[in-house]
């Protein structure tokens, strides 16, 4: 059974750093692409950052661009995102998605991790 | 870059048909795989539809996805709606120019 499970959200003044993590089990993790996606409260989905399988290509969206960075560790069938500078607008419930090799899609999702930007 | 627009909200009653639409702003909604995505109150979202219109495992077949050129959108149509049908739906795409994943607004179906 795939399973993706989130960590590391909490509590960060604007202007501070977390990071969160992303386990996963029951598939080949250094076979698949990966995604951070985030919904704010009461929002839509909003998708965050991209990472192959093998950490190159990645990319951002703008809103992160310059502040967030997504990495993974194959070895402990891991992603991170390091959040840094973060603003009241990042706040949202963080989630982790696996892509299909044949496109886009987000086949598989975690329960999500909560990120609260506030003072 | 485009974007993907959904109506805000639909609603039906029990036993009917329904069609949520995802219209793309620039490009041909063609270029790209479209996918489906349901989330209920206080859940990850699941995939309802991929690539196009290719249903997960397990999801029953009265979810059907399409895509039509001529008003460059896809839809989702479910049929025989229930009350569990009730939720969030996302349409989402790739933006080959950005290299970037692109959602929808959503769309929040009321079955009553």
């Known amino acids: 059974e795939v399973q993706l499970v989130e960590s590391g959200g909490g509590l960060v003044q604007p202007g501070g750093s977390l990071r969160l993590s992303c386990g996963a089990s029951?598939?080949?993790?250094?076979?698949?692409?990966m995604n951070w996606v985030r919904q704010a409260p009461g929002k839509g989905l909003e998708w965050v950052s991209y990472i192959s399988s093998t950490s190159s290509p990645i990319n951002y969206a703008d809103s992160v661009k310059g502040r967030f960075t997504i990495s993974r560790d194959n070895a402990k069938n891991s992603l991170y995102l390091q959040m840094n500078s973060l603003r009241d607008e990042d706040t949202a419930v963080y989630y982790c998605a696996r892509e299909r090799s044949t496109s886009s899609t987000h086949d598989y999702w975690g329960q999500g991790t909560l990120v609260t930007v506030s003072s | 870059k485009f974007m993907l627009t959904q109506p805000h909200s639909v609603s039906e009653s029990p036993g009917k048909t329904v069609t949520i639409s995802c219209t793309r702003s620039?490009?041909?909604?063609?270029?790209?795989?479209v996918q489906w995505y349901q989330q209920r109150p206080g859940s990850a979202p699941t995939t309802v539809i991929y690539e196009d219109n290719q249903r997960p495992s397990g999801v029953p077949d009265r979810f059907s996805g399409s895509i039509d050129s001529s008003s460059n959108s896809a839809s989702l149509t479910i049929s025989g709606l229930k009350t569990e049908d009730e939720a969030d739906y996302y349409c989402q795409s790739y933006d080959s120019s950005s290299h970037e994943r692109v959602f929808g607004g959503g769309t929040k179906l009321t079955v009553l």
């Open positions: 029951g598939f080949t993790f250094n076979s698949y692409s």
């Open positions: 620039s490009g041909t909604i063609a270029s790209s795989y």
